[in-house]
């Protein structure tokens, strides 16, 4: 057995995509020392590295351009999203993207103006490789965190991992931790998030966090059947057309992909992008050139051919659920435990409608950066904490409860994708088929927690089942609870909002889920 790697360090950053990396520059440039340990390669995993992200940005002058611009997304909210919050991420977006000019070439338009607002996804995870890497952050590849460490008072004391290539395992003891390992997108070959399997949520909440908005989970995106291109902006330009090519009345705008889920359940479908203007057409190698790949590589032209497309699942990529923020430096309600990006919630900026495009890359941005200074700041007051004893956190598939026994980790990893992809269950939303899948869930969870163990990298596959399930039941549980529907939660037995349920709704627990709504009343709890 190979030596196990043990480090030391102010605060750890679990996570090396897009929110892992400004979380670990904020806390060097904060004068803290900073691990950050990746399950892939930090500079090409998770969902940037394939995007073409644009970001929320508005100038500052004139006033009222940024306080418009607040109210028209307050308005999408659905009653869910914080103008204060808002505010902040559009002046840290504003203020930090032109810092990686030393790292990334930006574009300029004809006037001679830098363009900010937009990135290609693989430079700018390769700007900020080289920017956490110029701030003297030690950066862990390949080495997945498999659980947290607390001290005895619940406080966050850093994590254990498994260096992967080297087939050891690691552990960092820390001032503080910063979780920043992306959303959980079940298993659905979501382009760019092999590794967005739901295990940091779980490790966070076997260390005393809670969730929040963890219902808004079921955003779907068009896709080429048969392929991982997600990239869709192209889209909104199709006609789309059933197996006997008569069209069917699918428009742009919100209500687009229930048009598609509708028509999916009845057999397959075809689209034709004929309706792009010819400068879309022109400018989509640059600005999303996987998507043009996908399509030469069949010999297909999406804008005279018709192609079979189908509906990919993002759960809480896109979705907004994740670890609920009790404070403005993006802590969790485990203290010295910080979320940031996809991780946490999004509520606070994106309501009750999808966290992706624009908002998403400005709140990782500064949830990351707000993340990381608070742990330095932690770290660097209270000392690493190095001397003090500290606990494993993980249990499921971990520490088996009632002895180890034979478990089906694939079998488990598909029904968590079954249950939070299949159109018929999460598109389209119940009270029935709500419970079904939360018994289901329960039972794979149930048998995982008490039995499931593993030795070695095994260890990963395992907890990456465990993760989906948690999420998975999380995300049944507070859907079943918000009894009304509300943004993208949408109820086929309660077709309409609840003004009483204008509310953000917290979760949590892993022998028993439980929900409850922030206000305004006690009697809209739900446990179980």
Not at 438 to 465: K, P, S, T
Request: charged fraction near 25%; proline fraction near 4%.
């Amino acid at each position: 057995m190979n030596e196990p790697l043990s480090l030391e360090t102010d605060v750890l950053v679990i996570g090396g995509g897009l929110a892992g990396c400004w979380a670990a520059a904020a806390a060097a440039r904060a004068g803290a020392s900073v691990v950050l340990a990746e399950k892939g390669y930090c500079g090409t995993s998770g969902v940037t590295a394939t995007a073409g992200p644009s970001h929320w940005w508005v100038p500052p002058e004139p006033p009222a351009g940024r306080e418009q611009a607040i109210a028209e997304r307050h308005a999408r909210g659905f009653g869910l999203s914080d103008p204060a919050w808002m505010a902040r991420i559009l002046d840290m977006t504003w203020r930090s993207l032109p810092t990686l000019a030393p790292y990334y070439r930006f574009s300029v338009d004809e006037r001679g103006e830098v363009q900010y607002r937009g990135l290609r996804g693989p430079e700018y995870m390769r700007a900020m490789r080289g920017l956490v890497e110029h701030l003297g952050v030690t950066v862990l590849d390949q080495s997945p965190a498999l659980e947290l460490l607390t001290h005895h008072d619940g406080s966050a004391a850093g994590a254990a991992g498994r260096r992967r290539q080297e087939s050891r395992d690691w552990t960092v003891r820390a001032g503080a931790v910063v979780m920043a390992t992306g959303g959980c997108a079940f298993a659905s070959h979501l382009l760019g998030s092999a590794n967005n399997t739901g295990e940091g949520l779980l490790m966070a909440a076997e260390a005393g966090a809670d969730l929040s908005g963890m219902e808004f989970t079921n955003y779907y995106t068009v896709a080429p059947a048969g392929t991982t291109m997600t990239r869709s902006m192209a889209y909104s330009f199709g006609r789309y057309f059933d197996e006997d090519d008569r069209e069917l009345d699918v428009r742009p705008g919100p209500d687009m992909n229930r048009a598609l889920g509708e028509a999916l359940l009845k057999g397959r479908v075809y689209c034709r992008l004929d309706r792009a203007p010819h400068d879309i057409r022109e400018r989509m190698p640059q600005v999303q050139p996987n998507f043009v790949l996908t399509f030469a590589r069949q010999g297909i032209d999406p804008y005279t051919d018709r192609f079979e497309v189908t509906l990919r699942a993002e759960g809480t990529v896109r979705g907004i659920g994740g670890l609920r923020l009790k404070d403005e430096d993006c802590q969790t309600r485990t203290d010295g435990l910080y979320a940031a990006g996809d991780a946490a919630t999004r509520e606070l900026i994106a309501g009750a409608t999808s966290g992706g495009g624009n908002q998403n890359s400005a709140w990782a941005l500064s949830s990351g950066q707000w993340a990381g200074a608070a742990a330095a700041a932690r770290a660097l007051r209270d000392g690493r904490g190095a001397q003090r004893v500290a606990y494993s956190a993980g249990r499921a598939g971990m520490r088996p409860a009632r002895g180890a026994r034979s478990f089906d980790v694939r079998a488990a990893v598909g029904l968590a994708r079954e249950h939070m992809g299949a159109i018929d269950r999460n598109m389209f939303r119940s009270g029935d088929g709500l419970a079904d899948s939360l018994e289901r869930l329960d039972g794979a969870f149930a048998e995982l927690i008490a039995h499931a163990a593993a030795q070695g990298g095994e260890r990963l596959r395992l907890r990456e089942a465990a993760g989906m399930l948690a999420a998975a039941r999380w995300s049944k549980a507070s859907a079943l609870a918000r009894t009304e529907s509300r943004g993208m939660h949408q109820r086929t037995d309660a077709p309409l909002s609840d003004p009483r349920l204008a509310t953000r709704q917290r979760s949590g627990g892993l022998d028993a889920v439980w929900t409850r709504f922030e206000a305004p009343a006690p009697v809209l709890e739900a446990a179980r």
